[in-house]
């Protein structure tokens, strides 16, 4: 069974420019999770979906955060404009019985 | 509010020896607990979980985990530790009945463990 995959793996900006993040989740799985982990801290969550609904995003910036899923498989999360503090790991996961992780983005804002 | 809490940043174990990583939690109603590890630049890897049951669940690589309630526990445990399993350990809680979302997940800050040779 295929993973969780995620690209870019690598992504360094500068403050105020924009990037976009993408994830292709498990095949089947109807609910995608969009973390962001800081470094020496646990992720958390910024935005749920249930096939192409936002079921949470009570986490997420939403003055610079966005985030779709249009076809209820692929999805994209987009921050525009970047500061320092978003320097981070943006992780995808899917779920079937558990969630499953993508090997995750790693943003750095210069 | 759910929350767990992982007292111990990091974690010594000589290789062979039993290893414990730690986890408390705080959770309305009963919790549905989970143990993730991830590896450098690779994503959080499923170990295992405690919905209902017996207190003692056993998990992938030998790993496993004793659900204390009294105690809101959770500790992370190995009787024979490998070099191999040195990596970052999360201890997560979800409520079962968390309003309308389904699965979200609440970590701990995570703890590395070190097994040395």
């Known amino acids: 069974e295929a993973g969780v995959a995620q690209s870019p793996r690598y992504k360094i900006i500068e403050k105020r420019q924009s990037v976009a993040f993408w994830c292709n989740p498990i095949?089947?799985?109807?609910?995608l999770y969009w973390y962001q982990q800081i470094l020496g801290q646990g992720p958390k969550l910024l935005i749920q979906f249930q096939n192409n609904g936002v079921v949470d995003d009570s986490q997420l910036p939403k003055d610079r955060f966005s985030a779709e899923r249009l076809k209820g498989v692929d999805s994209t999360l987009k921050i525009q404009p970047a500061k320092l503090e978003d320097s981070a790991v943006y992780l995808c996961?899917?779920?079937?019985?558990?969630?499953?992780f993508g090997p995750g983005t790693r943003l750095t804002v210069l | 509010a759910q929350s767990v809490a992982q007292p111990e940043d990091q974690v010594n174990v000589a290789e062979g020896n039993p290893l414990t990583v730690k986890c408390t939690y705080s959770?309305?109603?009963?919790?549905?607990l989970f143990w993730y590890v991830q590896y450098p630049n690779r994503g959080l890897q499923f170990l295992l979980k405690?919905?209902?049951?017996?207190?003692l669940v056993k998990g992938s690589y030998g790993f496993e985990a004793e659900f204390n309630k009294s105690q809101t526990s959770f500790h992370l445990k190995k009787p024979s530790a490998l070099v191999s399993d040195s990596a970052l350990y999360f201890c997560a809680v979800r409520a079962p009945n968390y309003g309308g979302s389904q699965g979200n997940l609440i970590f701990g800050k995570g703890t590395k463990l070190s097994v040395k040779p």
């Open positions: 996961a899917s779920r079937g019985n558990e969630q499953f």
């Open positions: 405690y919905i209902t049951g017996d207190n």
């Open positions: 095949s089947g799985h109807a609910t």
């Open positions: 959770v309305s109603g009963n919790p549905y």
